[in-house]
């Protein structure tokens, strides 16, 4: 019954390894996106993909690529990880309805990345 | 620059009292604004969406208002319960909606 739900909900990794989240929603919604929360409580947005097609894509280093292989799924692939990239991240989603849209986003509850 | 900021950074309160959250943002364009609440160890949840042209908005016990003019907006919590205990967070969107700007949160404690 999970609406946004994202795998892992911990991972702890070497500095250097490449490792991926997934993400998945069955609320039928048109866009996900993809949050960084640092240490100080900051949600920064990173990508935002409306029906597989990227909209939005924040100053994130190219070691971070989102895939989209269908509208209920963004999968955050993150290569040659650093200190920096411990956080936790965020998936959420949203209907999309035009411009100006005020639909809420339902997040899921976040995937907490530890480098060591 | 896109910012939103909010106040307090903290706050205790006695069950049942209520509160007021504040939140500045400067954001451009402006497309609406969104309290959300986030529990510790889990996701924010959408708490009240305003677009420029709303006063205010409810959500139980929650009130929020919005004055686009002074890009000014609070959330009032009216009988706080314990369960109101989280960070509140303040979003200001841009570009018709599909930017989000996050303020730091207000971290709200509800005591006994």
């Known amino acids: 019954d999970t609406a946004v739900s994202q795998t892992p909900k911990y991972l702890v990794t070497q500095m250097g390894n490449d490792k991926s989240i997934k993400c998945e929603q069955n609320l039928g919604h048109d866009t996900m996106y993809w949050y960084k929360q640092d240490s100080k409580k900051f949600l920064k947005i990173m990508f935002s993909y409306n029906n597989k097609e990227l909209i939005i894509n924040e100053t994130v280093p190219n070691r971070f690529s989102p895939k989209s292989p269908d509208k209920a799924h963004l999968n955050l692939h993150i290569n040659s990880l650093e200190l920096g990239d411990s956080a936790v991240y965020f998936c959420?989603?949203?209907?999309?309805?035009?411009?100006?849209?005020?639909?809420?986003?339902?997040f899921g509850d976040g995937t907490r990345l530890s480098i060591l | 620059k896109n910012q939103v900021e909010q106040s307090p950074q903290s706050l205790i309160i006695l069950e049942g009292k209520n509160c007021t959250l504040q939140c500045n943002y400067t954001v451009s364009p402006f497309s609406n604004l969104r309290w959300y609440k986030q529990d510790t160890g889990r996701g924010p949840v959408s708490l009240t969406i305003?677009?420029?042209?709303?006063n205010t908005k409810s959500n139980g016990r929650y009130t929020a208002t919005l004055d686009a003019d002074t890009k000014q907006s609070s959330l009032h919590i009216t009988a706080s319960q314990l369960s109101d205990s989280a960070s509140y967070i303040c979003v200001a969107s841009t570009l018709y909606g599909q930017n989000f700007v996050f303020g730091p949160g207000t971290r709200l404690s509800v005591l006994p």
């Open positions: 305003m677009t420029f042209s709303e």
């Open positions: 959420a989603s949203s209907q999309r309805t035009g411009p100006n849209s005020n639909q809420p986003q339902h």
